[in-house]
């Protein structure tokens, strides 16, 4: 006889609850932190800007920041999206996040909930609190195959990264304010 409480939770549900949790957002800001605080990635990032087509033409000087920087995505866009791409699934193989813990210690919450498991990051932070405290923003729990939730661009692309100079044409990720990546209060992308 199969006791339906005890089935094993799906990968949607796992995800879910990863969500709800805060697991995935601080998942994601320790892969993020990772990739930015790669100096190979950020300087190869920074050389290919510099060496792009579109800054080389006459006139890209008086182009808005907004026109000069699609321009030089268009570029080189894809060949650098590639190159963070690959560092990110790097990040996520390797051990440097604990990534199958988390997910790990959120199956066998959902798996017995009676029992007393390691609490999430989020509870963590609350040192204890009973009840979780919904932020500002309305959280929603989305299945494992809508992941629509990612923004277009990667985080420290947009435009609130950038500075008025060239070499800032670069990502973001490339050059950001000194404490850009000290814990912010919203995940980076989701600003």
């Known amino acids: 006889m199969s ?15 990863l969500k709800d949790d805060g697991d995935f957002d601080a998942l994601r800001r320790a892969i993020v932190r990772k990739v930015k605080d790669n100096e190979v990635l950020r300087n190869k990032i920074i050389s290919e800007v510099k060496q792009s ?7 890209s000087e008086k182009l808005k920041l907004k026109e000069l920087s699609d321009a030089i995505y268009k570029d080189i866009g894809s060949k650098i999206m590639g190159q963070i791409s690959d560092e990110v699934w790097n ?34 932070k609350r040192k204890g ?3 979780q405290v919904l932020p500002a923003k309305t959280q929603t729990t989305v299945a494992a195959e809508a992941e629509d939730d ?35 209060m919203v995940p980076p992308g989701f600003g």
């Open 53 to 59: 087509v579109i800054l080389q033409e006459d006139g």
């Open 129 to 131: 609190k009973e009840q």
């Open 150 to 184: 990612d923004p277009l661009e990667p985080p420290g692309f947009g435009r609130n990264n950038q500075h008025n100079n060239i070499a800032a044409v670069a990502p973001a990720a490339a050059s950001g304010p000194a404490g850009d990546d000290d814990d912010p």
């Open 3 to 17: 006791d339906p409480k005890h089935r094993p939770p799906t990968a949607a549900e796992v995800v879910g609850r």
């Open 91 to 124: 990040v996520i193989q390797s051990n440097e996040t604990d990534i199958r813990g988390t997910v790990e210690a959120v199956y066998n919450r959902i798996l017995n909930p009676e029992e007393a498991h390691e609490p999430s990051s989020k509870k963590l």
